[in-house]
């Protein structure tokens, strides 16, 4: 059974830094895609980023480039988000998200939230001005 936990969201000043993880379980964590989601109120699901962990390619929403890292630790079976220069439009419900990653796909088709087979329960994040 494939097991999600994302954690590290909270409150914070605009300029300032959250690193999330998503620790998963269940399944061999190198042969999957695993991409970071949010969404804030009234408005849709937006791919932040994600890595393919077969090949540690990494996708970054425009919105995030040069402010967000995401890394993997396969050992652990975590990855995590490092958020920079926090603005109070990131504030959102971010998702971690799992898919089965191919080799044939480019990492920025892993942005689209239908690639992914399983998600974790969401943590908060909010940014205040």
């Known amino acids: 059974e494939v097991h999600i936990v994302e954690s590290g969201g909270g409150l914070v000043q605009a300029g300032g830094s959250l690193r999330l993880s998503c620790a998963a379980s269940?399944?061999?964590?190198?042969?999957?895609?695993i991409g970071w989601f949010r969404q804030a109120p009234g408005k849709e699901r937006e791919g932040v980023s994600c890595?393919?962990?077969?090949?540690?390619?990494?996708y970054y929403a425009n919105s995030v480039k040069g402010r967000f890292t995401i890394s993997s630790d396969n050992a652990k079976n975590t990855v995590y988000l490092q958020m920079n220069s926090l603005k109070p439009e990131d504030t959102a419900v971010y998702y971690c998200?799992?898919?089965?990653?191919?080799?044939?796909?480019?990492?920025?088709?892993?942005?689209?939230?239908?690639?992914?087979?399983?998600w974790g329960q969401g943590t908060q994040v909010t940014v205040s001005s």
């Open positions: 998200a799992l898919g089965a990653a191919s080799a044939y796909i480019p990492v920025s088709d892993y942005a689209d939230y239908l690639r992914y087979d399983y």
């Open positions: 890595i393919k962990n077969s090949d540690g390619r990494t």
């Open positions: 269940g399944f061999t964590f190198a042969n999957y895609a």
